[in-house]
């Protein structure tokens, strides 16, 4: 079992930055494949960056390559997303989600465990 709390939401201005943080609660977290995804209101959960169980592999949806970072301590059961020259379009509330058979982990499907997501509002 895995629990999965977020944070480091907020409301920002266009081009600025957030550090979103997950904590993750479970021995087992490093064998976890670690994804953040976003939805925004009346639009479907989409991914945005995933990171493999020893950090050394990570997948982004092209919206935002270049723009954010997927990292995780292991030591520390923490996954982050950092996130730079933030635009309108990125504003939703973003989840965490742990998947322990995931494969590239672009998919929802793919992952367990899911946190209550944070807010992100980005103003023009």
């Known amino acids: 079992q895995v629990q999965l709390v977020e944070s480091g939401g907020g409301l920002v201005q266009a081009g600025g930055s957030l550090r979103l943080t997950c904590a993750a609660s479970g021995r087992t977290f490093s064998s976890y494949t670690m994804g953040w995804f976003r939805q925004a209101p009346g639009k479907e959960r989409e991914f945005v960056a995933a990171?493999?169980?020893?950090?050394?592999?990570?997948y982004y949806a092209g919206s935002v390559k270049g723009r954010f970072t997927i990292s995780r301590d292991n030591a520390k059961n923490t996954v982050y997303l950092q996130m730079t020259s933030l635009k309108p379009e990125d504003t939703a509330v973003y989840y965490c989600?742990?998947?322990?058979?995931?494969?590239?982990?672009?998919?929802?499907?793919?992952?367990?465990?899911w946190g209550q997501g944070t807010q992100v509002t980005v103003s023009s």
């Open positions: 990171i493999s169980w020893a950090g050394g592999i990570t």
């Open positions: 989600a742990a998947g322990l058979a995931a494969g590239a982990g672009r998919t929802p499907n793919e992952y367990d465990y």
